[in-house]
Protein backbone atom coordinates (compact mmCIF):
# COMPACT_ATOMS: atom_id res chain seq x y z
CA UNK A 1 0.00 0.00 0.00
CA UNK A 2 1.55 3.59 -0.73
CA UNK A 3 -1.23 5.31 1.16
CA UNK A 4 -3.79 4.87 3.49
CA UNK A 5 -7.26 4.64 2.73
CA UNK A 6 -9.08 8.22 2.26
CA UNK A 7 -12.37 8.60 5.21
CA UNK A 8 -14.60 9.03 6.04
CA UNK A 9 -15.64 6.82 2.29
CA UNK A 10 -15.79 3.28 3.39
CA UNK A 11 -13.79 2.18 0.06
CA UNK A 12 -10.19 2.87 -1.20
CA UNK A 13 -8.75 1.28 -3.85
CA UNK A 14 -5.72 -0.86 -4.51
CA UNK A 15 -2.80 -0.30 -7.21
CA UNK A 16 -5.01 -1.47 -10.22
CA UNK A 17 -7.61 1.11 -9.24
CA UNK A 18 -10.33 -1.37 -8.34
CA UNK A 19 -12.78 -0.37 -4.78
CA UNK A 20 -11.98 -2.46 -1.75
CA UNK A 21 -13.31 -1.98 1.45
CA UNK A 22 -11.52 0.06 3.66
CA UNK A 23 -10.69 -2.41 6.39
CA UNK A 24 -9.20 -4.99 4.00
CA UNK A 25 -6.59 -1.80 2.61
CA UNK A 26 -5.60 -1.36 6.09
CA UNK A 27 -5.15 -5.01 7.01
CA UNK A 28 -2.99 -5.06 3.82
CA UNK A 29 -1.38 -1.47 5.38
CA UNK A 30 -0.90 -3.52 8.71
CA UNK A 31 0.23 -6.26 7.48
CA UNK A 32 3.46 -4.40 5.53
CA UNK A 33 4.21 -2.16 8.23
CA UNK A 34 3.11 -2.95 11.66
CA UNK A 35 6.55 -5.27 12.39
CA UNK A 36 9.34 -3.21 11.15
CA UNK A 37 7.32 -0.23 12.67
CA UNK A 38 7.25 -2.05 16.09
CA UNK A 39 10.55 -3.53 15.95
CA UNK A 40 11.74 0.11 15.26
CA UNK A 41 9.71 1.66 18.31
CA UNK A 42 10.83 -1.41 20.50
CA UNK A 43 14.94 -0.02 19.52
CA UNK A 44 14.05 3.54 20.08
CA UNK A 45 12.83 3.10 23.74
CA UNK A 46 15.54 1.12 24.42
CA UNK A 47 17.93 3.75 23.29
CA UNK A 48 16.05 6.28 25.56
CA UNK A 49 16.60 4.30 28.19
CA UNK A 50 20.22 3.86 27.57
CA UNK A 51 19.97 7.43 28.01
CA UNK A 52 18.21 7.44 31.27
CA UNK A 53 15.09 9.44 29.62
CA UNK A 54 12.71 6.61 29.88
CA UNK A 55 12.36 4.38 33.08
CA UNK A 56 12.42 0.81 32.30
CA UNK A 57 9.32 -0.60 31.07
CA UNK A 58 7.16 2.41 31.27
CA UNK A 59 7.13 2.53 27.36
CA UNK A 60 5.35 -0.06 25.53
CA UNK A 61 6.12 -0.38 21.86
CA UNK A 62 2.71 -1.31 20.53
CA UNK A 63 1.83 1.54 22.43
CA UNK A 64 4.12 3.90 20.34
CA UNK A 65 2.99 2.06 17.06
CA UNK A 66 -0.53 2.60 17.91
CA UNK A 67 -0.29 6.18 18.34
CA UNK A 68 1.69 6.43 14.84
CA UNK A 69 -1.02 4.65 12.85
CA UNK A 70 -4.07 6.38 14.47
CA UNK A 71 -1.96 9.67 13.91
CA UNK A 72 -1.32 8.76 10.43
CA UNK A 73 -4.72 7.94 9.71
CA UNK A 74 -5.57 11.27 11.23
CA UNK A 75 -3.99 13.02 8.84
CA UNK A 76 -5.04 11.48 5.79
CA UNK A 77 -8.82 12.04 6.56
CA UNK A 78 -7.30 16.25 6.93
CA UNK A 79 -6.12 15.82 3.49
CA UNK A 80 -2.70 16.08 4.68
CA UNK A 81 -1.49 13.48 2.73
CA UNK A 82 2.51 12.97 3.35
CA UNK A 83 5.43 14.19 0.79
CA UNK A 84 7.47 11.18 1.81
CA UNK A 85 7.64 7.71 1.62
CA UNK A 86 4.84 6.09 3.58
CA UNK A 87 7.62 4.03 5.99
CA UNK A 88 9.48 6.85 6.94
CA UNK A 89 7.04 8.84 7.59
CA UNK A 90 4.97 6.53 10.14
CA UNK A 91 8.21 6.42 11.66
CA UNK A 92 8.35 10.27 11.77
CA UNK A 93 5.01 10.30 13.77
CA UNK A 94 6.43 7.13 15.63
CA UNK A 95 9.21 9.33 16.76
CA UNK A 96 6.50 11.83 17.85
CA UNK A 97 4.71 9.56 20.17
CA UNK A 98 8.34 8.48 21.67
CA UNK A 99 9.00 12.25 22.51
CA UNK A 100 5.54 13.06 23.75
CA UNK A 101 6.57 9.80 26.30
CA UNK A 102 9.78 11.11 27.05
CA UNK A 103 8.05 14.92 28.07
CA UNK A 104 5.91 13.06 29.78
CA UNK A 105 8.51 10.78 31.93
CA UNK A 106 10.52 14.02 32.53
CA UNK A 107 7.95 15.88 33.73
CA UNK A 108 7.26 13.15 35.96
CA UNK A 109 11.00 13.08 37.56
CA UNK A 110 10.90 16.95 38.14
CA UNK A 111 7.31 16.29 40.38
CA UNK A 112 9.31 13.57 42.70
CA UNK A 113 11.47 14.45 45.30
CA UNK A 114 15.18 14.52 45.14
CA UNK A 115 15.52 11.48 47.53
CA UNK A 116 13.26 9.63 44.89
CA UNK A 117 15.08 10.34 42.05
CA UNK A 118 18.57 8.77 43.36
CA UNK A 119 18.23 5.89 42.33
CA UNK A 120 21.20 3.63 40.48
CA UNK A 121 24.85 4.25 40.21
CA UNK A 122 24.21 3.12 36.15
CA UNK A 123 22.57 4.05 34.09
CA UNK A 124 19.52 1.42 33.08
CA UNK A 125 16.69 2.85 34.61
CA UNK A 126 17.06 6.58 35.73
CA UNK A 127 20.19 7.76 33.83
CA UNK A 128 22.28 8.49 36.78
CA UNK A 129 25.97 7.60 36.78
CA UNK A 130 28.09 6.63 33.69
CA UNK A 131 26.63 4.93 30.96
CA UNK A 132 27.41 1.00 30.53
CA UNK A 133 29.34 0.62 27.51
CA UNK A 134 29.80 -2.88 25.37
CA UNK A 135 33.23 -3.90 27.23
CA UNK A 136 31.09 -3.78 30.87
CA UNK A 137 28.92 -6.54 29.29
CA UNK A 138 31.35 -8.34 26.91
CA UNK A 139 34.83 -8.23 28.57
CA UNK A 140 35.96 -10.86 26.61
CA UNK A 141 35.13 -11.03 22.46
CA UNK A 142 36.59 -13.57 21.64
CA UNK A 143 34.44 -15.81 23.35
CA UNK A 144 31.07 -16.80 22.40
CA UNK A 145 28.29 -14.28 23.75
CA UNK A 146 26.20 -16.26 26.60
CA UNK A 147 22.32 -16.91 26.05
CA UNK A 148 21.93 -15.03 29.62
CA UNK A 149 23.43 -11.93 28.44
CA UNK A 150 22.45 -11.61 25.08
CA UNK A 151 19.06 -11.72 26.16
CA UNK A 152 19.62 -9.19 28.97
CA UNK A 153 18.66 -5.70 29.19
CA UNK A 154 21.95 -4.49 30.40
CA UNK A 155 23.51 -5.84 27.24
CA UNK A 156 20.07 -4.59 24.81
CA UNK A 157 20.58 -1.26 26.46
CA UNK A 158 24.05 -1.17 25.19
CA UNK A 159 23.24 -2.16 21.72
CA UNK A 160 20.53 0.62 21.65
CA UNK A 161 22.99 3.39 22.41
CA UNK A 162 25.78 2.68 19.59
CA UNK A 163 23.27 1.84 17.07
CA UNK A 164 21.16 5.10 18.25
CA UNK A 165 24.29 7.68 17.19
CA UNK A 166 23.83 6.31 13.84
CA UNK A 167 22.15 8.90 11.26
CA UNK A 168 18.81 7.05 11.06
CA UNK A 169 18.82 7.42 7.14
CA UNK A 170 22.06 4.54 7.30
CA UNK A 171 20.76 2.89 10.56
CA UNK A 172 17.19 2.01 9.30
CA UNK A 173 17.99 0.76 6.19
CA UNK A 174 20.78 -1.41 8.22
CA UNK A 175 18.56 -2.91 10.11
CA UNK A 176 15.89 -3.40 8.08
CA UNK A 177 18.08 -5.36 6.29
CA UNK A 178 20.76 -7.35 8.78
CA UNK A 179 18.08 -7.73 11.44
CA UNK A 180 14.78 -7.63 9.80
CA UNK A 181 15.28 -9.69 6.86
CA UNK A 182 14.31 -7.70 3.89
CA UNK A 183 15.86 -7.64 0.70
CA UNK A 184 17.81 -4.40 -0.10
CA UNK A 185 15.27 -4.20 -2.73
CA UNK A 186 12.64 -4.22 -0.21
CA UNK A 187 14.42 -1.98 1.97
CA UNK A 188 15.01 0.32 -0.66
CA UNK A 189 11.23 0.33 -2.06
CA UNK A 190 10.60 0.91 1.97
CA UNK A 191 12.80 3.92 2.14
CA UNK A 192 12.37 5.58 -1.21
CA UNK A 193 15.33 5.03 -2.40
CA UNK A 194 17.71 3.12 -4.79
CA UNK A 195 19.33 -0.15 -4.21
CA UNK A 196 22.47 1.47 -4.92
CA UNK A 197 21.74 3.70 -2.19
CA UNK A 198 20.07 1.38 0.15
CA UNK A 199 23.26 -1.05 -0.31
CA UNK A 200 26.14 2.36 0.40
CA UNK A 201 23.78 3.37 3.06
CA UNK A 202 24.15 -0.33 4.95
CA UNK A 203 27.69 -0.53 4.17
CA UNK A 204 28.27 3.34 5.94
CA UNK A 205 26.85 1.83 9.02
CA UNK A 206 29.00 -0.98 9.28
CA UNK A 207 31.43 0.84 9.12
CA UNK A 208 30.82 3.51 11.75
CA UNK A 209 29.73 0.90 13.92
CA UNK A 210 33.14 -1.29 13.57
CA UNK A 211 35.11 1.79 14.23
CA UNK A 212 32.90 2.44 17.54
CA UNK A 213 33.44 -1.04 18.61
CA UNK A 214 37.50 -0.95 17.70
CA UNK A 215 38.12 2.11 19.62
CA UNK A 216 35.95 0.87 22.70
CA UNK A 217 38.61 -2.33 22.54
CA UNK A 218 41.53 -0.48 21.52
CA UNK A 219 43.62 -2.19 24.38
CA UNK A 220 42.31 -5.88 23.81
CA UNK A 221 43.76 -8.38 21.46
CA UNK A 222 40.79 -8.28 19.70
CA UNK A 223 36.82 -7.22 19.21
CA UNK A 224 33.09 -8.83 18.84
CA UNK A 225 32.15 -8.90 15.28
CA UNK A 226 29.51 -6.37 14.64
CA UNK A 227 27.70 -9.30 12.54
CA UNK A 228 26.95 -11.33 15.47
CA UNK A 229 26.04 -8.50 17.63
CA UNK A 230 23.50 -7.75 14.89
CA UNK A 231 22.33 -11.75 15.30
CA UNK A 232 21.62 -11.11 19.11
CA UNK A 233 19.72 -7.82 18.75
CA UNK A 234 15.86 -8.04 20.77
CA UNK A 235 13.57 -8.80 17.59
CA UNK A 236 9.99 -9.75 17.67
CA UNK A 237 7.18 -10.59 15.75
CA UNK A 238 4.11 -8.73 16.38
CA UNK A 239 1.10 -10.74 18.09
CA UNK A 240 -1.69 -11.76 15.85
CA UNK A 241 -4.15 -10.02 18.90
CA UNK A 242 -2.84 -6.83 18.36
CA UNK A 243 -2.62 -6.68 14.31
CA UNK A 244 -6.44 -7.35 14.53
CA UNK A 245 -7.11 -5.16 17.37
CA UNK A 246 -5.49 -2.23 15.10
CA UNK A 247 -6.90 -2.89 12.27
CA UNK A 248 -10.53 -2.81 14.04
CA UNK A 249 -9.67 0.59 15.19
CA UNK A 250 -8.15 2.25 12.35
CA UNK A 251 -11.33 0.57 10.43
CA UNK A 252 -13.67 2.00 12.90
CA UNK A 253 -11.80 5.43 12.74
CA UNK A 254 -11.50 5.61 9.06
CA UNK A 255 -15.40 4.81 8.50
CA UNK A 256 -16.03 7.91 11.19
CA UNK A 257 -17.06 11.04 9.90
CA UNK A 258 -13.80 13.58 9.48
CA UNK A 259 -13.47 16.42 11.77
CA UNK A 260 -15.99 19.35 10.75
CA UNK A 261 -18.17 16.96 8.92
CA UNK A 262 -21.59 15.47 9.82
CA UNK A 263 -22.19 11.96 11.10
Known amino acids: MSALPPAPAPTTTDHGGAAMPARIALDRLVSEYLRPLLNFARRRIRYFEALGLLPRGQVRPEEIVDAAFAEALSEVKKRRAPQEPLYPWLRRLARRALAAAVRDARQRR ?21 PLRLIDVIPDPSAPIPAEVAEGHDFQLVLAGL ?41 LAREYLRARVLEEYEEMPAAPDVEVLFAV ?31
Do not use: F
Open 233 to 263: LEHAEPAQDHHEHLVRRLTAAAEAPAPGQGA
Open 163 to 203: LGDLPEAWREPLLLHVRDGYSLRDVARMEGITVAQARRRIE
Open 110 to 130: QERSLEEELHSPRVTDEGEGR
